[in-house]
């Protein structure tokens, strides 16, 4: 079935380490996104990439960083997981940026101990 | 003052019944408005876009208030699938990216 795969799942990991979370979409969309969800908090945009070799700063770009070698994959890097950064990531496609319908992977529960 | 703001609820609401959510939005110049849902602990999908004649979808109507800078969700003869959290997106001031409200929580019980 197209659409969005995200990996891990789910993943617990000590503060200090380095972790990245993968996200492959067979639609080829140009747009892609990542977002984390916090109680309380809604969706908030990391990074984005307009298209394979762009990226930019969402709203909480601190400590995450991303790559868009192609157009199929945007895996996101935690350099030096915190605490904080414990939440559920979600992965999201769009055909282009400037369309509003956005197509999510299924998400990665992420705790950092 | 946050971009998108949603009451949280929770919306607690008979099956059958008629149930309303709003949400408001603090840039003036936003032009794209889409309301998501998400089942507990899943991923949001697209429910329908807000046009600025409105949009009806079913069971489902979307308006836009431009004047108050609100946009609507109408969901008429609620069923138990509905159930689910509904948020909220408003195209954002940096670039055309979505920023989402923290979403509205609806419950319909039998």
């Known amino acids: 079935i197209a659409g969005i795969t995200q990996a891990p799942t789910s993943q617990i990991l000590a503060a200090g380490r380095r972790m990245t979370l993968r996200c492959t979409q067979d639609?080829?969309?140009?747009?892609m996104y990542w977002y984390r969800q916090d109680l309380g908090l809604g969706l908030r945009l990391i990074h984005y990439?307009?298209?394979?070799?762009?990226?930019g700063k969402g709203e909480v770009p601190d400590g995450y960083s991303v790559s868009r070698a192609n157009t199929d994959d945007f895996p996101l890097t935690l350099a030096s997981a915190v605490p904080s950064q414990t939440s559920v990531y979600f992965c999201?496609?769009?055909?282009?940026?400037?369309?509003?319908?956005?197509?999510f992977g299924e998400g990665s529960r992420l705790t950092v101990l | 003052r946050k971009e998108v703001e949603q009451d949280p609820g929770p919306f607690n609401v008979p099956e059958g019944a008629t149930v309303a959510f709003n949400c408001t939005y603090s840039?003036?110049?936003?032009?794209?408005f889409f309301w998501y849902r998400q089942d507990c602990r899943k991923e949001p999908k697209l429910l329908m876009s807000?046009?600025?004649s409105g949009n009806e979808d079913g069971r489902f109507t979307a308006q836009l208030n431009r004047a108050s800078q609100y946009i609507s969700l109408l969901i008429r003869d609620s069923k138990l699938s509905d159930s689910a959290t509904y948020l909220c997106?408003?195209?954002?001031?940096?670039?055309?990216?979505?920023?989402f409200g923290a979403g509205t929580i609806l419950r319909v019980k039998s």
């Open positions: 999201a496609s769009s055909r282009d940026v400037n369309t509003g319908e956005l197509f």
């Open positions: 639609m080829r969309h140009n747009a």
């Open positions: 990439s307009n298209t394979a070799g762009t990226t």
């Open positions: 840039n003036s110049a936003s032009q794209s």
């Open positions: 807000v046009y600025s």
């Open positions: 997106a408003v195209n954002a001031e940096y670039g055309n990216k979505l920023v």
